[in-house]
């Protein structure tokens, strides 16, 4: 017999110790393997769920967030329309107000200028009246002074007097 050529009763012995291994194997090693692998399946399958699920909610947010983008672009459009609403209203309002103001201004300086004017014109008629009664005076007087020339002025004015 050589060494190549199989022997029954090794191949006997083999066979019972590989059935016992086998049965031990089944027993105690088997179930905690498999039930590790189905542990692992399952964990790999829930976190594909959960990625899954991830995934649908931040698509979810992306198409919330561009609502909220589209959203708020068009509340600044109306806010930076309204304020330039107001800003146009404050300018006119002031420009208004501006154009009130200067014809106010206007029309006191106006009334300053009559006034004044009426007091200087009642300031010159008051100074041509003062200098025409002076001027009558030294007339009168310089011709008063002679007696004949005094005679000759009672009878004028008294000719006069008559025709009128």
Known sequence: MGFLEPNIGTIFWMSIIFFVVLY???KFAWKPILNALKERETSI??????????RKEVEGLKADNEKIIVQARKEKDIILKEAKEIKEKIIAEAKEKASAEAQKSIEKAREQIASEKAAAISEIKAQVADLSVMIAEKIIKTELED???QKEMVKNTLDNLKLN
């Open 45 to 54: 399958e829930n976190a594909l769920n959960s990625a899954e699920e991830a």
């Open 24 to 26: 031990v194997l089944k």
């Open 147 to 149: 007696k004949s020339k």
